[in-house]
């Protein structure tokens, strides 16, 4: 358990093979003891410490939980990734206040501290077809006051601390002026009319060839030079069949992945590092676009994929799709009003998602919740609760290759529940299932040559729907766990952001042999809202 006066920051969201690991301590603290865990083992990490600093070396790529002991007796505890020469997985967050009041980048580090690793700039621009600020003070589309510095010191910042800020610019949305100067970009219906998206922007085509995609590549490019690591793409969902101005049809999924891979080529002549996200609004075109040049297949969620499961399945189709890392925006809704019904549906959604091998957009700001798709209404999280959102984001990070990257084959569906016997659940104060039904404990299995790992996400008390206020599941103390496994096994462990501390905790595990080969049984201490649970073999 981390005491509350002993608060370490990294100096950075995320490593890259080579690095030191920097922490920073507490004015006057000193360190009497670090340590370093991936997994359930120790980590065999150069350790020195400075002054008020530690440094961490020696380090492979993965994902880490580091525990400190202060002289007077304080505990810390934290978790970091290493990951090779590019992010291992896009864990996104967003900035939504530009304005001239915004001087501070308190927002950019309370990120760092979440291991946010890329960061939208959510209108921060001019307009939608002019990016670039024309002066320091200025007013965005929906006529809020700006401060140009304030975004570049953002930019800036997030640099520093290891994080990329991508610069939001839609795909096809332009001012009446720049749509009257150039009607032969525009999209149009097929009886002629001009496409308006709320009646004050116009659709414009960017079919390969449109003077509109020559235009908005220059943006993008104006974008990198002003300091940005990428660009997020954003579309609304509609149109999806058009015309151009010659009256021929466009179908924007065949479209769009031209438009995704030279986007990602012209920022990466600007700057090799950069990148970019493109919105599938509603999963759509995701079938089309999932394999092209962008750093995660990202998907913002809508009705009717309302159920638990429709998160499972968003994220596991998008991976067979693009072989990647999968993003949802998945706002909640819960918080316009707040309360602990809200921090219930925040807690169950993003285990929910990590479980199922994605990672969620919805935090960001200072201490900020995106509960709707205008980024600027989002809400403030308790001070409370943000200890818990902090404890989540680090579980997500040290046990990133059993949920975000872990490449085993999902066998859910084939290992257990109806008539499969591979692995059973039972208990007697739940029911389980295999698909996020209500009132159950939802399993999630995955399966690789030397390790077989279980997610239980206890929706025990709540409906299958992720996105309303949600009770406190039960209280879970006697759920066993057994495995039709002719494995010699080396280790069983399970993990949960619900427990005191971070670290794996070895389950008790007994066998016998039957005619069907050897037959493991695991008691789980306890399980409130998530646990991962994974059996090493020899």
């Not at 002991?69 to 590019?86: K, N, P, R, V």
């Not at 399945?313 to 998008?318: D, E, F, M, Y």
């Amino acid at each position: 358990m981390a005491d509350m006066n002993f608060k370490c920051t990294f100096d950075k969201a995320q490593y890259f093979t080579g690095e030191d690991i920097v922490i920073s301590l507490p004015d006057g603290a000193a360190a009497e003891r670090v340590s370093v865990a991936r997994l359930e083992a120790g980590a065999d990490a150069v350790i020195s410490c400075s002054g008020g600093e530690i440094r961490l070396s020696g380090l492979a790529p993965g994902g880490y939980g580091v525990k400190i002991l202060s002289a007077a007796g304080e505990a810390w505890e934290g978790a970091f990734e290493i990951a090779g020469s590019a992010p291992a997985a896009v864990r996104y967050g967003f900035l939504a206040d530009f304005g001239p009041g915004d001087v501070g980048t308190e927002d950019v580090e309370w990120m760092r501290d979440l291991h946010i690793n890329a960061v939208q700039f959510y209108d921060w621009m001019y307009r939608h077809d002019r990016l670039i600020p024309p002066g320091r003070r200025y007013s965005d589309p929906m006529g809020r006051e700006m401060d140009a510095e304030a975004v570049r010191r953002k930019i800036e910042r997030c640099r520093q601390l290891g994080m990329r800020p991508m610069a939001y610019g839609a795909v096809y949305a332009a001012t009446p002026e720049t749509a009257e100067a150039h009607p032969d970009w525009c999209m149009y219906t097929m009886s002629g009319r001009p496409m308006k998206f709320a009646d004050w922007l116009y659709f414009m085509n960017v079919a390969a060839g449109s003077g509109w995609t020559e235009h908005l590549m220059a943006e993008y490019r104006d974008a990198i030079a002003y300091g940005f690591s990428g660009i997020h793409m954003d579309t609304y969902g509609f149109p999806k069949r058009v015309w151009d101005s010659a009256g021929n049809p466009v179908e924007l999924k065949n479209e769009f992945p031209g438009l995704i891979n030279r986007a990602a080529r012209e920022v990466r002549g600007a700057d090799a590092s950069a990148g970019v996200i493109f919105n599938a609004v509603n999963n759509w075109p995701i079938d089309t676009v999932a394999a092209s040049e962008q750093d995660a297949a990202y998907i913002e969620v809508w009705p009717p994929n309302d159920r638990y499961s429709d998160l499972y399945r968003l994220i596991r189709r998008a991976r067979e799709l693009s072989g990647g890392n999968v993003v949802l925006a998945a706002y909640l809704k819960p918080f316009r009003d707040g309360g602990a019904a809200a921090e219930s549906c925040f807690r169950l959604c993003w285990a929910a998602i990590s479980a199922s091998g994605g990672t969620q957009l919805v935090l960001g700001e200072r201490m900020g919740l995106l509960s709707d798709s205008y980024y600027v209404d989002y809400t403030r999280l308790s001070g409370g609760f943000s200890a818990v959102v902090q404890k989540y984001c680090d579980f997500l990070v040290r046990y990133g290759e059993l949920l975000y990257n872990d490449d085993g084959t999902d066998v859910t569906c084939t290992a257990s529940g109806g008539i499969n016997e591979d692995i059973c659940f039972s208990s007697g104060s739940c029911a389980f299932s295999t698909d996020g039904a209500a009132d159950t404990v939802w399993t999630i299995v995955r399966e690789s040559e030397r390790r077989t790992s279980i997610n239980l996400v206890n929706l025990t008390n709540n409906s299958a729907l992720w996105n309303e206020g949600k009770r406190e599941p039960e209280r879970l103390t006697d759920i066993r766990i057994r495995l039709r496994l002719d494995r010699p096994v080396a280790g069983t462990y399970m993990a949960s952001p619900d427990a005191a501390g971070l670290g794996a905790e070895e389950l008790k595990c007994s066998f016998i042999e039957s005619p069907e080969g050897r037959i493991y049984t695991l008691e789980l201490p306890e399980l409130r809202y998530w646990a991962l649970i994974w059996i090493q073999l020899e």
